[in-house]
């Protein structure tokens, strides 16, 4: 291929973001190009300017993709999801633990097969494709075959994804569970054959203390350690019933965190989904570690599990993204997701502002999954992930925001009314996916 073939421009509304905005009026967190062109040469950033200062630059016979009306943004970063879970979506009548029993175990148990398993790997991905979605960190299942069909499918479409098998050794039905022992050699395996494969990382994944023995937890430990680089993903206080469960499995532990403490698995590469009733001190050790936590309002609300505070997280300077966390959660849509996070805080007394609301579903779920050196905004050298957004593909949206200039207000309108009707492009290393 030459360098023409390679490399195209696009042009329309640019927005991305430099670092976590401080109020709706941090204006210097971002950078907006009403009319703006982003240049990608062979899959990465070369270049975003207005459309004045660039165009003129660009090599001539360069394609030049109009899009003149639509915005640009970084793909969506999804920092806590289930790809098994998409047949138990909209699961009716239960919270959490019930929930996982009734409905998740069973689905769950299917994906021992590898057809069943890549099958579905392939639909999750779509779905994630067509909400704009280019990154995400996933859950598989206990089995290996769960991982292997989904990084096999990831690698296929060049996608940046992170993911992990299950450990889970008790409180789960037999066929779901596996020792402490074949846990850490399968998982070993898996990381020798996938981690810094193509786009690809490798995340251990304990479901969460009441399905792990400490023995287990000690061998997700001894995996962190041989190999420095990997994730760590699992579940935090997201139900009180839980925590109660979690202090009388481990009476020794000073909380639910101190559980993964003692056993070596609160580092900077360790991602806590739900986090919600924490305690003083389990944040400021989340803080001190350069962990990360998933904030999943779709799913807090959906399972009933409480409400999140966002506000006092940030002001521990906690690393935070956001997860859809389906099944748990309704919808793989960060727009949808983004919805709900507004109505959380806004319940907490506070408020979401569309700038902090786009910077955690673009460089904040980067930062929080340390990515945020190779995705999350359009900087020189990035990979070049990116989605276009129509407004006007959602009438009440189009309705609303017409005649309206102000950038925060449209921004604002589209996270709380958009979807994925609104995503009328998805890219990936500069390939368009839809
Ligand atoms: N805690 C342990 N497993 C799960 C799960 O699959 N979903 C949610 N939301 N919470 C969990
Ligand atoms: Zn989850």
Request: net charge negative; glycine share 6%; aromatic share 10%.
């Given at each position: 291929?030459?360098?023409?073939?390679?490399?195209?421009?696009?042009?329309?509304?640019?927005?991305?973001?430099?670092?976590?905005?401080?109020?709706?009026?941090?204006?210097?967190?971002?950078?907006?190009?009403?009319?703006?062109?982003?240049?990608?040469?062979?899959?990465?950033?070369?270049?975003?300017?207005?459309?004045?200062?660039?165009?003129?630059?660009?090599?001539?016979?360069?394609?030049?993709?109009?899009?003149?009306?639509?915005?640009?943004?970084?793909?969506?970063?999804?920092?806590?999801v289930h790809?098994?879970q998409?047949?138990?979506i909209?699961?009716?009548?239960?919270?959490?633990?019930?929930?996982?029993?009734?409905?998740?175990?069973?689905?769950?148990?299917?994906?021992?097969?590898?057809?069943?398993?890549?099958?579905?790997?392939?639909?999750?991905?779509?779905?994630?494709?067509?909400?704009?979605?280019?990154?995400?960190?996933?859950?598989?299942?206990?089995?290996?075959?769960?991982?292997?069909?989904?990084?096999?499918?990831?690698?296929?479409?060049?996608?940046?994804?992170?993911?992990?098998?299950?450990?889970?050794?008790?409180?789960?039905?037999?066929?779901?569970?596996?020792?402490?022992?074949?846990?850490?050699?399968?998982?070993?395996?898996?990381?020798?054959?996938?981690?810094?494969?193509?786009?690809?990382?490798?995340?251990?994944?304990?479901?969460?203390?009441?399905?792990?023995?400490?023995?287990?937890?000690?061998?997700?430990?001894?995996?962190?350690?041989?190999?420095?680089?990997?994730?760590?993903?699992?579940?935090?206080?997201?139900?009180?019933?839980?925590?109660?469960?979690?202090?009388?499995?481990?009476?020794?532990?000073?909380?639910?965190?101190?559980?993964?403490?003692?056993?070596?698995?609160?580092?900077?590469?360790?991602?806590?989904?739900?986090?919600?009733?924490?305690?003083?001190?389990?944040?400021?050790?989340?803080?001190?570690?350069?962990?990360?936590?998933?904030?999943?309002?779709?799913?807090?609300?959906?399972?009933?599990?409480?409400?999140?505070?966002?506000?006092?997280?940030?002001?521990?300077?906690?690393?935070?993204?956001?997860?859809t966390d389906v099944g748990?959660g309704?919808?793989l849509?960060?727009?949808?997701?983004?919805?709900?996070?507004?109505?959380?805080?806004?319940?907490?007394?506070?408020?979401?502002?569309?700038?902090?609301?786009?910077?955690?579903?673009?460089?904040?779920?980067?930062?929080?999954?340390?990515?945020?050196?190779?995705?999350?905004?359009?900087?020189?050298?990035?990979?070049?992930?990116?989605?276009?957004?129509?407004?006007?593909?959602?009438?009440?949206?189009?309705?609303?925001?017409?005649?309206?200039?102000?950038?925060?207000?449209?921004?604002?309108?589209?996270?709380?009314?958009?979807?994925?009707?609104?995503?009328?492009?998805?890219?990936?290393?500069?390939?368009?996916?839809?």
């Amino acid at each position: 291929m030459n360098n023409l073939e390679s490399s195209f421009a696009v042009r329309g509304r640019v927005l991305h973001f430099l670092r976590q905005p401080q109020s709706d009026q941090d204006l210097e967190s971002f950078e907006y190009f009403p009319d703006g062109v982003l240049w990608i040469e062979r899959g990465y950033i070369k270049a975003l300017a207005s459309a004045d200062e660039l165009l003129p630059k660009l090599p001539t016979g360069i394609q030049v993709q109009n899009r003149s009306d639509q915005l640009i943004l970084p793909g969506f970063v999804d920092t806590h999801v289930h790809y098994p879970q998409m047949k138990v979506i909209a699961s009716y009548g239960t919270q959490l633990l019930e929930w996982l029993e009734k409905y998740t175990f069973p689905e769950e148990s299917k994906f021992k097969d590898l057809q069943y398993a890549r099958q579905s790997a392939k639909l999750f991905l779509d779905g994630l494709m067509s909400h704009g979605t280019t990154t995400a960190l996933v859950f598989c299942t206990v089995h290996p075959e769960s991982v292997e069909a989904f990084f096999t499918e990831a690698e296929k479409r060049n996608l940046r994804m992170i993911a992990g098998k299950v450990m889970m050794d008790k409180n789960a039905p037999a066929e779901l569970t596996d020792t402490p022992m074949s846990s850490y050699q399968q998982s070993k395996d898996l990381i020798e054959k996938w981690h810094n494969r193509s786009r690809l990382s490798y995340a251990v994944t304990p479901r969460f203390a009441p399905t792990s023995s400490p023995e287990q937890l000690q061998m997700a430990g001894k995996l962190l350690k041989e190999y420095p680089d990997v994730y760590l993903q699992t579940h935090l206080s997201e139900q009180l019933a839980e925590i109660e469960w979690v202090q009388e499995l481990f009476p020794s532990a000073l909380d639910y965190l101190d559980v993964y403490d003692q056993h070596g698995l609160v580092t900077e590469r360790s991602v806590f989904a739900h986090s919600i009733h924490l305690s003083d001190r389990e944040c400021r050790r989340i803080s001190q570690a350069d962990s990360a936590v998933a904030f999943c309002p779709s799913s807090n609300l959906f399972l009933g599990s409480g409400l999140f505070n966002l506000h006092k997280i940030l002001q521990h300077e906690i690393n935070v993204g956001l997860g859809t966390d389906v099944g748990g959660g309704t919808s793989l849509s960060q727009l949808r997701t983004l919805h709900d996070a507004y109505s959380i805080t806004a319940m907490n007394n506070g408020n979401l502002n569309a700038y902090l609301a786009f910077y955690l579903a673009t460089l904040g779920g980067a930062k929080a999954l340390k990515l945020d050196h190779k995705i999350g905004n359009f900087e020189q050298g990035k990979e070049a992930d990116f989605v276009t957004v129509d407004m006007q593909a959602i009438p009440v949206l189009g309705h609303r925001i017409e005649g309206v200039d102000d950038l925060h207000e449209q921004l604002f309108a589209l996270m709380t009314l958009g979807d994925s009707r609104t995503i009328s492009q998805t890219y990936v290393m500069g390939e368009p996916q839809l």
